[in-house]
């Protein structure tokens, strides 16, 4: 990095931290400090929304999703417009008109204590480990790329949201992810365009999609019915509803944001913006890893992207094995790159000559099948070692291709999402504990002062745990996938007791408690055993949650009524 890098960087993150500290410091009570006085405009609740869901995870994972398997992860986010319609109808009314600090006390009006007890510590449990996560990585690819101890990354990112988020609650939240959202927006669009220029100059941005689509890049849409595919419309369409319905409506991060909307529209407004926004944002983070690959086509990369696994290769008796890989892929590089030229010249002439079409598709399976080899190779020395590499492709290209000063401002867009959703993460943690847990359990009168006092002590906690969880992590598979995995365990089950709250006005307290309680303890059981993709987890969840609580209101706790389904 050169010094304009760590002069954009650096100034960048301390204006963040200094606005929304000195911004929103001194709330004197707590609808302030966690609902920011319900001052909060619709389009600030949209980008707080978003920031909120945009981790850093988002910017470093999905580029690297799409470069190797193309853009089939959007349909991850197409159950996710519905859910907003569902949640404007349904939840953000009720959740005013309760003039609820979180989620979790509408249970206990509807239910009973224990059972809004369960519902917050099923949140702080998820919350509290995606939390980490959202610190851990971006701290361990940085650390890995840049040569920086990866604990001093964990304790900056950690303590820069500590600081804002406790001085000025969720108003600080709000404040802050106007500019975090500007900052990662404007790092992403630039990325893109320099991209582009950086092709040759033979190559318009028509035949570079025409490069991804031979090669398998831009397969959108998967129908199929095999609950084993990770990534279909179905899967998507259904599972990401639930897990969006789950997230977005009773996940006290994303209900904390709209819960400060200045009404009911202006928190409807925010949502709706978020729902419009959120499918094509994704696609264009996830196109930007495609041309990621396309750019690839015409320059050498690496045979593992990961320069950890690269150093424990070199230090081993495997090193030769391996630098004639590297030897191999060199050689292989020249003449992709070769095809892919003569290729592009052809498609100038409107002419897709199938003959260098599949010599192209030819020359990137071997590279892949080479990449392969080298992952056998990291497998045999380390058994433990994580081979996947799809989270440092994007940072591996801004760290050796773009130029002086936008290496600091990626890097900005970085940490300035890590930092987006972990303020949130810690500021709903907190509220939920002071909320749901400690005022709900302490003896005697205290004043408004006091809870804001706690609710401050209990995000300084928070933090101090996702900063400890942040450096004993240990990454495995792809990081956005690993934390929709940790989301999509937990959501199922929370959104059940909401859904039969809402909606099923049969079922009461104790089977709605103990239909829970055994519906998580089953979710985690087929995670455990892999039985179906983790999207469906959610389905899965939310489904057996309310076809359990109603088995049990239904025989044990109380079979002489009937049934009496209606809408909240």
Not at 164 to 172: D, I, K
Not at 461 to 481: D, K, R, S, Y
């Amino acid at each position: 990095m050169q010094l304009i890098d760590w002069i954009i960087l650096c100034s960048t993150l301390i204006f963040i931290v200094a606005y929304g500290a000195l911004k929103t410091r001194g709330s004197k009570n707590v609808e302030e400090y966690i609902l920011g006085s319900n001052e909060t405009p619709w389009w600030t609740v949209g980008l707080s929304v978003m920031a909120t869901q945009a981790s850093a995870i988002t910017f470093l994972s999905t580029p690297g999703q799409a470069y190797h398997d193309g853009m089939g992860f959007v349909q991850f986010y197409f159950g996710l417009p519905l859910a907003m319609i569902v949640i404007c109808i349904t939840f953000i009314p009720i959740y005013h008109k309760l003039k609820v600090f979180t989620a979790y006390e509408f249970l206990e009006q509807r239910f009973d204590v224990k059972t809004r007890t369960l519902a917050s510590i099923i949140f702080m449990i998820q919350r509290g480990l995606g939390t980490g996560l959202t610190i851990y990585a971006p701290a361990i690819i940085l650390s890995s790329l840049l040569g920086w101890n990866l604990n001093i990354m964990n304790l900056v990112i950690g303590l820069m949201v500590i600081i804002y988020t406790v001085s000025g609650g969720t108003r600080a939240v709000n404040v802050t992810h106007k500019q975090q959202m500007f900052v990662i927006m404007a790092g992403m669009i630039i990325t893109f365009f320099i991209i582009l220029n950086y092709l040759p100059e033979e190559l318009n941005l028509n035949n570079a999609l025409h490069i991804a689509g031979a090669n398998d890049k831009l397969n959108v849409l998967d129908f199929s019915f095999n609950p084993d595919e990770r990534y279909t419309v179905w899967s998507g369409i259904a599972g990401g509803f639930f897990l969006a319905l789950a997230y977005f409506g009773t996940d006290q991060s994303q209900v904390q944001r709209y819960l400060s909307g200045k009404s009911v529209r202006e928190s409807q407004m925010g949502l709706i913006m978020n729902g419009l926004l959120k499918v094509p944002m994704q696609f264009f983070i996830l196109l930007i890893g495609v041309m990621v690959f396309v750019f690839f086509q015409f320059h050498h990369a690496p045979l593992h992207f990961n320069p950890n696994n690269t150093q424990i290769v070199n230090n081993s008796k495997y090193k030769d094995e391996y630098k004639n890989l590297e030897k191999q892929l060199h050689e292989l590089a020249a003449d992709k790159q070769e095809i892919s030229m003569l290729y592009v010249s052809q498609l100038n002439q409107d002419y897709d000559n199938k003959e260098l079409h599949n010599r192209m598709i030819a020359l990137n399976n071997r590279e892949k099948d080479l990449r392969d080899q080298a992952k056998d190779i990291i497998n045999t020395i380390d058994k433990s070692a994580e081979t996947n590499d799809k989270d440092y492709v994007f940072l591996y290209f801004i760290l050796n291709f773009l130029p002086k000063g936008m290496i600091g401002l990626l890097l900005a867009v970085i940490i300035s999402a890590a930092m987006s959703s972990s303020a949130s993460g810690l500021n709903a943690l907190a509220s939920t504990t002071a909320i749901d847990i400690y005022k709900r359990f302490v003896k005697g009168e205290k004043s408004e002062k006091h809870f804001v006092n706690v609710t401050q002590i209990f995000t300084l906690f928070w933090g101090v745990v996702a900063i400890l969880f942040a450096c004993v992590g240990t990454l495995f598979e792809n990081l956005i996938q690993l934390v929709n995995i940790v989301g999509s365990i937990f959501y199922g089950t929370v959104l059940g007791i909401f859904l039969v709250a809402f909606y099923i006005k049969y079922i009461k307290a104790e089977a709605i408690f103990w239909g829970a309680l055994i519906c998580q303890i089953a979710v985690i059981y087929i995670w455990y055993i892999e039985a179906v993709s983790f999207l469906w987890l959610n389905v899965i969840g939310a489904s057996l949650a309310i076809v359990l609580s109603y088995l049990l209101q239904l025989l044990f706790f109380n079979n002489k009524k009937m049934p009496d389904i209606e809408e909240a």
